[in-house]
């Protein structure tokens, strides 16, 4: 006797069982490890907790304690002045270098792959490095700089100087990440919308301000909220070249909530920490997407 | 079966019952976490094969971390279940404070007044009281990895024509020292450096003690380093490090990631501050003659105070053999570091068990009679290190403020640096809640 043949109906239930099956591993892990642990975390933010001891439950104590603390308003100040040095700076100049590359010029794929090396290093041997071009007595960047006359900054060890020389290394080493995603979104603008301009007499900055910048927007939007992200979730560099000084000048959320937790063991106020960053970053995130409908072109739309 | 069959049998199960309790006897295993090297590793293998071999139903399993690493895993450990029996821990970080106050460690004082082999009579005091905390002593101590010394350079001081230091030395004479070791070319390029002294906080709280001040009053309500005297002593340092042209940049070391007892090492070098674990490090490489002093009296005349880190081991309060890791670690405390001695290198702690610290072996290892006992007298007399976790988190807004600008770069005036960092400093001990 002959099968009778799957309708509609059972051919999607057997699909959408087959897509949980293989789903299932990586569900149960965030179901498990992100979710379970973020939870826990928000529990233990009402609680004096310190990893030996049993979770005391002790209110908003620890939230009103650390938003009225000098040193964590300092740090999220200082947080956001390293965003609005480092994202926009990265974002113009990786989109500038991966219009240079976009060209067809010989042995583009050497300066692509140099562009890139920077990514595919540690942020603590990228922070390694820069400790050294960045020394008062002996680093190449005074030195370069005395070459046009500027006297020596002590960039690691002046307060108003270290944000901004951190900003430097994380663009440096983000830029080439940024790069390779803006070359993508470059090659996909269709190549008749320049034709059609270059027919219509458009010179090479109308077609980059009204072709390339519209078309890219996706990208630039996807870049932007990356790098609000991890602005915002600051730690390896300033943890490896200023240990948040000097002043408290680069001391950022993390930075205090890794302090918090793994040298003090305190583990309540770690997590309430833990969960105002993420509501800080849930609200520039959210601005971000709602903004996104003023300047964001979407070519389908 | 008559009475004599049951007897016979009764008897061979009796037998029986006895032997197999001592061939099967339970086997425990004790969990050792140290820091340190490869050779730390090799040197932990060894004597758990040798404790094993007095006692064949302990295993020792020694796990050897870096330094970094060890401060970061021992609390997940610990938050996980998972901490090994016996801990390693130091005054020179907040990790043993903290980890005691939360109650990680067992109280071991009562083990010691059980024990009739040793009593605590037998440990330098002051490594004692800075493993003790409200009456309870949290652990073991093995040596005094601090107070600092002066390692000098003697045939460098025999070419400069200077007279080897005695301990009754001050800080115009340290600077003297440096400045005459400091050696340049005809074009001003320094060919030789007089000092390194980048571990400063052993040094500057024994300056500030020796002055008659420290950093906050004893009950850390009040920043006193901001004092004329303090800002005498912080002065001092700053004009040593960045004024005297005798100290390279720490920067260049940092970067490089070579330390400067490397760099002591090479021989172009006249003088470097470090505890004494540095010791060993310098006695493998056997080019020049060195020797070790006291870091120098802040002024002529006032009482030497030095400041003591000590290093040992506790006992975690959840381990299930604390009888059998206490007889561990007095067995290695009291044994097995007397061996270590014999080797060619000596100790990287100064004994914190008495008998060791005056036994020949000890006296005679790297780097000699002479320092040993300069040591020696300096762990005996030294002041432990904070006790409490607000102490170690007010010295870390200090260095914020003051203390890591002072010891990075040169200040035009320390006093005005000071004022400004007490007024926020204060406010910071005032808002400060546990």
Redesign the interface.
Known sequence: MNKSPKTRGSLYRDHTIAAWIMLAPTVIGMVIFTFGAMVYSFYLGFTNYSLINIPKFIGFANYSRVLTSDIFQKSLVNVTYYVILSIPTSIAMALLIAMLMNMKIKGITLFRTIYFTPAVASTVVVAMIWGTVLNYRYGILNRLLSLIGVAPVDWLNTPQWTMPALALVAIWSGIGGNIIIYLAGLKGIPRTLYEAAIIDGAGSWAAFRHITIPMMTPTIFFSLTLGLIGGFQLFELPYVLTKGGPQYATITPVYQIYESGFTYFEMGRASAMAWIVFAVILVVTAINLRLSNRWVFYAGR | MSRRIWLAYGMAMLLIVALSSQIFAEKITLQVWDWGDIKSQERWNQYAEKYSAINPNVKIEAKVLDFGSYM?KL??A??GGTAPDIITTATET?NFV??AK???FVDLKPFIEKDTEVSLDAWQPGAISSFTIDGKLYALPSGSNYPDMVWYNADLLDKAGLAYPTPKWTSDDFLTYATKLTKRDAGGKVTQWGLCMFDLTGVYRQWLWENGTSLFNSSITEFTGASPKAKEVFEKINHILFKSGAVP?A??F????VPSYEFFSTGKLGMDVWGHWVAPRFARMNKFRWAGVSVPLFKAGVQHMPALDVQGFGIS?KSAHKKEAYEFIKWYITQSLSDLLKGPYGSNVVPAFIPVANSLDWLKSPPGIATNMIINNDVKIGRPNPAT?KE??AIDVF???AG??IF??SVDNVGKLLDEAKVKIE??LK?Y?D
């Open positions: 970061q609390p997940v610990i938050a907040s903290t980890v939360l109650g990680g940049d920067g260049v940092e970067a490089a990631g309060a976790v170690w988190k260095n914020q403020y890591t600008t990075s770069k406010k910071w808002e809640k």
